[in-house]
């Protein structure tokens, strides 16, 4: 029976991979901070798939497109290579690649979208209780990472060096080209090198900052400041039907002015969250001063009614509003005011 179902998951494997000719490979994370957030705007962009249990590919029903799920660190190298066509990581992950792999005519990555969640920052921590107050204080000293690239780059700054490689400005090598800080790589729970005496300080990725505090450090800088994005490869298999992705994830994520004001990192700020239609009937008379209330992405759409100098106005708003403009549309004459959620958009 084991060996049954073994060989039964090989064939699926084999006919996974014989199937992705002519299909575009968009890469996703497999786990991690970003992977339902992923699933979920996927799902939102009408993009079709089932994946099999213990595979990384999965052939998108509706479009030539086969999903790989990869881990996020690794979707930068495969799509700055050429290997897979879009993906959807980090953009600390994206500085980290290119940071060990400078970006060439051919490869490296191009951003596409923001897509406005996993929001955190890449910053360099400290004991609380130490006397380290500034990041100039670490050169010299232990750092614990999983950013080895952009943190030697950072330290290599701090230390007068302009590039990680030692190059000066006019090319040439300096004598002391060699960090003097330790930068050290860990994979995980980095905020515990410090109380282990591994490391005098760290450079990790902080979201809401309670870890850190339970681990007794405070931020002293910031290295790079993340959200996930779409990215995808400098010269993908197949443009249009990149376009035509980059258009459905656009419907679905509404960018946010505040991008500080997302509470919950790891839930897209969709369309559908952020704004409702709102519909109400107004004698024309008062439209002018109702459309001031509910002026819209770009301008309400106004429907004459059967009935003379009355108008049907439609408009898209911003769903933290709406019970303020139910009331201030009620209070200049405005009637029978629906609202109606939004399922998916696609908004200038």
């Not at 951003?111 to 209780?129: A, H, I, M």
């Not at 790589?185 to 109380?195: D, F, L």
């Not at 019970?323 to 939004?342: P, Q, R, S």
């Amino acid at each position: 029976m084991l060996l049954k179902t073994a060989l039964s998951a090989k064939s699926k494997k084999t006919d996974c991979v014989e199937s992705l000719e002519g299909r575009l490979l968009f890469a996703v994370p497999k786990k991690g901070r970003l992977n339902q957030a992923t699933l979920d705007l996927l799902s939102g962009s009408d993009i079709q798939f089932r994946r099999e249990t213990r595979l990384d590919i999965a052939l998108v029903k509706n479009h030539d497109i086969a999903l790989v799920f990869l881990p996020a660190a690794d979707i930068p190298t495969f799509v700055g290579e050429g290997r897979v066509d879009l993906g959807i990581t980090g953009r600390d992950q994206v500085a980290e690649h290119e940071a060990i792999s400078p970006a060439t005519e051919d490869t490296g990555v191009e951003e596409v979208l923001d897509l406005g969640f996993g929001r955190c920052s890449l910053q360099v921590q400290v004991p609380e209780k130490g006397s380290i107050k500034h990041p100039k204080e670490l050169v010299g000293m232990n750092v614990v990472t999983s950013f080895v690239g952009l943190t030697e780059n950072y330290f290599a700054h701090l230390e007068g060096q302009e590039h990680r490689n030692g190059l000066m400005e006019n090319g040439e090598v300096p004598l002391n080209s060699k960090l003097r800080t330790k930068i050290k790589y860990v994979g995980g729970s980095v905020e515990a090198a410090c109380a282990l005496g591994v490391a005098d300080g760290i450079v990790d990725l902080v979201e809401s900052g309670e870890t850190m505090k339970a681990a007794g450090l405070k931020p002293i800088d910031t290295v790079v400041e993340s959200t996930a994005v779409l990215i995808k490869s400098k010269r993908p298999s197949n443009q249009k039907l990149v376009d035509l992705i980059a258009s459905r994830i656009r419907g679905v994520i509404s960018k946010t002015p505040n991008p500080r004001a997302i509470r919950h990192p790891l839930t897209p700020a969709t369309a559908a969250q952020k704004y409702v239609l709102c519909q109400y009937n107004v004698e024309r008379s008062l439209l002018e001063t109702a459309t001031k209330i509910t002026p819209g992405k770009r301008a309400p759409t106004i429907t004459a009614l059967e009935e003379e100098d009355w108008v049907a106005v439609s408009s898209m708003v911003e769903k933290k509003r709406i019970a303020t403009v139910m009331d201030d549309l009620t209070a200049v004459g405005a009637t029978d005011i629906l609202v109606l959620g939004i399922a998916n958009s696609r908004t200038g």
